[in-house]
């Protein structure tokens, strides 16, 4: 079992900054994808960026540019620094470590999120 635990969720002005973080219990070098979600009321669950093993990162469309993922292997830590921030920003943001080895084999594990809002 892998458990994920959140910090640096918000209140924030439009166009403000935050820094999201996430600290696994076991080794993130050991995961494929580490990544943010997030869902805000009434709609589905979103993914906002992932970090992969490889080094590589996928972001969605509406925060390119704006919002950065880093990983601190020796921390087992993930970050999402977001600036920039919209209204439409606003929801909860949960982490996720999906697949790899060890612990994180077949696993797809989630945070219990944290929320940002956004005020315009």
């Known amino acids: 079992q892998v458990q994920l635990v959140e910090f640096g969720g918000g209140l924030v002005q439009a166009g403000g900054s935050l820094r999201l973080s996430c600290t696994a219990s076991?080794?993130?070098?050991?995961?494929?994808?580490m990544g943010w979600y997030r869902q805000a009321p009434g709609k589905q669950r979103e993914l906002v960026a992932s970090?992969?093993?490889?080094?590589?990162?996928t972001y969605a469309d509406s925060v390119k540019g704006r919002f950065t993922i880093s990983r601190d292997d020796a921390k087992n830590t993930v970050y999402l620094q977001m600036n920039s921030l919209k209204f439409e920003d606003t929801a909860t943001y949960y982490c996720?470590?999906?697949?790899?080895?060890?612990?994180?084999?077949?696993?797809?594990?989630w945070g219990s999120g944290t929320l940002v809002t956004v005020s315009s």
């Open positions: 996720n470590a999906r697949g790899g080895f060890g612990a994180y084999n077949g696993m797809d594990y």
């Open positions: 076991k080794s993130i070098v050991l995961c494929n994808a």
């Open positions: 970090i992969f093993r490889n080094g590589g990162s």
